[in-house]
């Protein structure tokens, strides 16, 4: 199970913390994954991590703003996001890969989902 915490409503410029906690697998021997869906349009990966978090990857819109981690030890995986924009809102999900590199980045590659959190950038 993943339960994704830390959404809310932000300004533009302005920074959120998002949080997921993963149970019931073994969280350390996976990669991690952040999507985003925007009303009415795909859900789309943000960023990932891989099984140790000496690995990430962004898509290009977020890069240089967002940063994902992982506590291994706690079973966490967070992503910070700065310099929030308007084309930020959207629900956010935190997802369990199906490998340990992070370099499988279609939502098929993932199996595991959290319940999704609503973020919220106002202009």
């Known amino acids: 199970q993943l339960q994704a915490s830390g959404g809310g409503l932000a300004q533009a410029g302005g920074s959120l913390r998002l949080s997921c906690a993963v149970s019931?697998?073994?969280?350390?021997?996976?990669?991690m994954g952040w999507f985003r869906q925007a009303p009415g349009k795909d859900r789309k990966i943000v960023g990932s991590i891989s099984w140790a978090g000496s690995l990430t990857y962004y898509v290009d819109s977020v890069k240089g703003r967002f940063t994902i981690s992982r506590d291994n030890a706690n079973n966490m995986v967070y992503l910070q996001m700065n310099s929030l924009k308007p084309e930020d809102t959207a629900v956010y999900y935190c997802?369990?890969?199906?490998?340990?590199?992070?370099?499988?980045?279609?939502?098929?590659?993932?199996?595991?989902w959290g319940q999704g959190t609503q973020v919220t950038v106002s202009s």
């Open positions: 019931g697998r073994a969280f350390s021997r996976y990669a």
């Open positions: 997802a369990t890969s199906k490998y340990r590199s992070s370099s499988h980045r279609r939502a098929a590659d993932f199996d595991s």
